[in-house]
């Protein structure tokens, strides 16, 4: 079956200190893959998303993930975290032929200590 | 320019009631996408609609639940004979086509009670 992990469902972590959330999927074909963030009492929004091309992909408020096919990851990763970055992430594959919809992980946690 | 707009924004149903939960799309989108959040679980999906059809309900449970996105006004989602494992967040996310990516709503929180 088509699945989407992350491994770490929460993370404590210092301002200035760096970011990597993980997350593998199960798919060996064509996918797309998001990563979502959702803050306290608000809506998910969309941080990045790889569709093709460069593996390595921006996105926004510093964040960014890259795409390793051989291991079916699409980690997430920022340099220097900031308070304003705790939140919940969300992890997401679309998986071709699947119609667009997503499989989402079952999000990371990150509270961020000032 | 409205993103994509869910109400109410929270909800409190009796045991047995019926839970009707509302989705406007973005202005453009055609797509529409429903998916509840459990407590302490990710996002799981349940149905993808265009305008008058139902393209995908491999997530919907079999009873008591139904989503329709008529030619004119808001999808809906409807939960009939609310019990409390129907508990959840609802989100609502629209498309201008598959595999864009989506805007999401800010979700329904439905309480049975």
């Known amino acids: 079956a088509q699945s989407v992990s992350q491994h770490n469902h929460h993370v404590i972590l210092s301002e200035a200190a760096s970011l990597e959330l993980g997350c593998n999927y199960s798919?060996?074909?064509?996918?797309?893959l998001f990563w979502y963030v959702q803050y306290p009492g608000q809506h998910l929004q969309l941080l990045l998303k790889?569709?093709?091309?460069?593996?390595l992909v921006k996105g926004i408020k510093g964040f960014e993930a890259e795409f390793i096919k051989s291991k079916f990851s699409f980690n997430l990763r920022k340099p220097s975290v900031q308070w304003s970055d705790t939140a919940e992430y969300f992890c997401?594959?679309?998986?071709?032929?699947?119609?667009?919809?997503?499989?989402f992980g079952q999000g990371t946690t990150l509270q961020v200590k000032p | 320019n409205a993103g994509v707009m869910q109400n109410p924004r929270h909800l409190v149903r009796r045991r047995g009631q019926e839970a009707r939960l509302r989705c406007s799309p973005m202005k453009g989108h055609s797509h529409v996408y429903w998916y509840r959040q459990l407590p302490e679980e990710g996002l799981k999906f349940m149905v993808y609609l265009q305008k008058e059809n139902i393209i995908d309900e491999s997530g919907m449970p079999k009873e008591r639940f139904s989503a329709e996105f008529p030619k004119e006004g808001p999808s809906i989602l409807r939960i009939q004979q609310v019990v409390r494992g129907d508990s959840a967040a609802y989100f609502c996310a629209s498309s201008p086509g598959q595999a864009n990516g989506y805007t999401f709503g800010s979700g329904t929180r439905l309480t049975v009670v």
């Open positions: 790889y569709f093709s091309g460069d593996p």
């Open positions: 798919y060996g074909g064509t996918v797309n």
């Open positions: 997401a594959v679309s998986f071709s032929g699947n119609t667009g919809k997503l499989i």
